[in-house]
């Protein structure tokens, strides 16, 4: 009895005990570290950083940059779930449920689109930075701005204009995140029970009417899950950022975020101790972020 | 007596989690663990005339190049035979990176750095934090040293001053800046003596020759690389120490108060918002350096401010005929405190040897080595660009730009000018490069855009935990 306890605790040890050891060493061990670095002065290159208490916490409240960085995270919190959600569900629809007559098929030519609009979810962040400068150039060599130019048309100076520059980076985002949500999406309304619709559309429901009385109430579970993994993108979004815009956030810090300032302070002002204070602080906005949504999102389920 | 899954406890997960060696996790460490620092300053071997510091014949040598702008042929072509000839014996491995802080910072924090780096390009590692830390090796007895060529002539003998100026942090020469950068506005020589335009003497000569062109329809007057506006903000303080005299420079250097804000500043933050709103190449906001280069190449435009490495990054897509040329900013009064021909000269390209690598003494005759005649003699021709060796372009072939900027440099003499907040205070910088783009596209007036700098600049000056320069 004794030893069949004991080998069953043997068991799993000798399974977890390797995932275990790399998460302790290569994420929860750095987590502390970056707690420990954010209270001390270091600079990178010192064998020896002293500990300088919570100074850089205190000097992180009068960094106007780094509290632009987060007004643009919070303004992305809340825009690029909203609009990639609005736009990813009424695409599903489509492609799912709102071609004409028969209330269970697609518009015509469904599949192609699905395919087309999961493209952008396959390329690398970094190639679709790359991708939209131009696609952004200023000249008339730009994709949008030669169109506009050929028309006599003033070029927006979409990456250049420090008032433009915020939604051309919303813009790139919500563009590389629709196709995936259209395939959640789609996946949440195939399992929504067909007879639903067909009573509805007995009744006389329009598409309209079927999108807001049976669609979007099915598939609330759904549209949560994508506000959390959106909400969490919106949060760390690095790389779009970085290699999109003209230095790296600008021009004038107009589109910079948590995590470019961090990178910034990190690696080109060498102030590694304040950077794991920014670290830190984004450690926080996350959690705060992750038990507020938890929290909303308890709510009853509808059986069916 | 079951043995599925269902009986584990949470707690019994928990027990057996903590099983787990927890002693690994300590041992993988961000922060750096202290290590005794080598005692490698003492000098191996005796020292002597032909080896002066000292140099073990047979000890490694690790040599970190930048793969910029200039490749990194010229150190494995020129300099590396050079040391070799005279160190058969010694093991030198030269490597490159396009990324050094990403590659060499870990070694600093780790305590075995390499011997020799070239520090420079976007991700260079901050001088100031490296001098803080006390890594560079101090380069004094480099400049005492007899010179590689001629035992009479020391090595300080052959450099430019303004390397000796520029390479010294507090107080200690660190720093060897390789390549002389001149910097001026530069067009191409074909298209103003095809079009009859003659190089602006005066500021107001400028306005018109900018206006004429504008008129011509045949390109746009000026541009600069809009999306890294230090391009600009370079011709802008440039003219402003013209104005008002080097110390205008620096004052901003030494963040003195309302040194931004200064009467000469105003004035020529003005002129150049005044380039920003009518002369600017259509588009010049949102366009890199390569870009407004190649527009330049194309004739698009005909002038941009740059430094005198442009005709070696432009190689491949100038035309063969479009001979570069650079001229100094034009006088802006007729009273202003420095002469026509005043230029803002910077070394760059710059090499340090790291205090705690293993062998700092061959670091420094690596150096040695590199400010020969010979080897500045053939980096110059190889890159075209001017060292800061002097002499070392006589009698070579040179290029047109730099045959340019060569001569300008003549005519300058002892007035040239330059400014360091930029490599001491990386948040001025990016402060500074926000600003002037802002200030070139009309989002700030002149005013409003020193104020803006001038708080950064208080604001730095207030913060302990910047470290401070002075020069």
Known sequence: ????????????????????????????????????????????????????????????????????????????????????IVIALFFAFLLNVGGGSGGREGVRGSKLYRVIFFFPQVLAVAVVAVLFQQVFRPDGSGMLNGPLMALGIEPIGFLSNPGVAFWSVLGVMVWQAVGFYVVL????????????????????????SLFFRITLPLLWDTVQVAWVYLGILALDVFAIVWVMTDQHGGPDFSTTVMAAEIYRNAFSYFRFGYASALGVVMFFFTVGFAIISLRLSRRERIEY | MTNTPQNITRRQLLRGAALVPVAGALAA???????????????????????????????????WIFDGGFGTAYAK????????????????????????????????????????????????????????????????????????????????????????????????FAVLGYVNYIFGVWYSQKVFRDNGWQ?????????????????????????????????????????????????????????????????????????????????????????????????????????????????????????????????????????????????????????????????????????????????AGDFSELVRTVSVVKGAGEGRQLSPGAASASKAVTAAGANTVTYRWQTWYGQLKDEAIAATGELMTGGLTPDKYLERLQKKADEIKGDSSIKKFKR
């Open chain 1, 1 to 84: 009895m004794l030893f069949q306890r004991y080998r069953r605790g043997l068991f799993i040890t000798a399974f977890l005990a390797a995932p275990v050891t790399l998460y302790l060493v290569y994420v929860i061990s750095p987590y502390i570290q970056a707690f420990y670095i954010a209270t001390t002065d270091w600079r990178g290159v010192s064998a020896t950083p002293s500990f300088i208490g919570f100074e850089n916490f205190t000097r992180l409240f009068s960094d106007g940059i780094f509290w632009k960085a987060v007004r643009h995270n919070a303004a992305l919190l809340v825009l690029l779930p909203l609009l990639t």
């Open chain 1, 185 to 208: 999406f789609s996946a949440g309304l195939a399992s929504i029970p067909r007879d639903m619709f067909e009573a509805a559309q007995i009744d006389g429901a329009g598409r309209g």
């Open chain 2, 29 to 63: 460490c961000a922060t750096p663990a202290s290590k005794a620092p080598a005692s490698s300053s003492a000098a191996p071997v005796a020292t002597s005339a032909a080896n002066p510091f000292g140099v073990a014949a047979d000890k490694p040598l690790e040599v």
């Open chain 2, 77 to 172: 072509d020129i300099h590396q035979p050079l040391f070799k000839a005279k160190y058969p014996k010694a093991q030198i491995k030269i490597e490159s990176t396009k990324e050094i802080t990403k590659v060499l910072q870990p070694r600093f924090a780790g305590g075995n750095p390499p011997d020799v780096i070239d520090n420079s390009g976007a991700n260079a590692m901050d001088f100031g934090a490296l001098a803080q830390d006390g890594q560079l090796q101090d380069l004094a007895p480099l400049l005492d040293a007899p010179s590689w060529d001629d035992p009479n002539v020391k090595v300080r003998d052959l450099l430019d001053p303004a390397v000796v100026e520029i390479g010294t942090y507090d107080g200690k």
């Open chain 2, 199 to 375: 190089v602006p003497k005066t500021w107001d000569e400028f306005l018109k020759l900018c206006e004429t062109i504008k008129k011509s329809g045949k390109m746009a007057p000026f541009t600069y690389a809009g999306k890294f506006p230090q391009y600009l903000y370079e011709p802008l303080l440039t003219m402003a120490a013209k104005i008002g005299g080097p110390e205008v420079l620096v004052n901003i250097d030494n963040l003195e108060d309302g040194a931004w804000t200064a009467e000469p500043m105003k004035q020529s933050a003005a002129a150049w918002a005044e380039i920003g709103a009518k002369y600017l190449m259509e588009g010049t906001a949102g366009l890199d350096h390569v870009q407004t280069q190649t527009a330049q190449n194309k004739y698009k435009v005909a002038m941009l401010p740059a430094g005198s490495w442009l005709e070696n990054e432009q190689k491949t897509t100038t035309p063969a005929d479009f001979e570069y040329g650079m001229f100094p900013l034009p006088d802006f009064t007729g009273s202003d405190k420095m002469p026509y021909g005043t230029l803002h000269t910077s070394p760059g390209e710059n090499f340090i040897v790291p205090a705690k690598g293993a062998n700092p003494q061959a670091g420094m005759e690596y150096l040695r080595a590199m400010l020969s005649k010979k080897a």
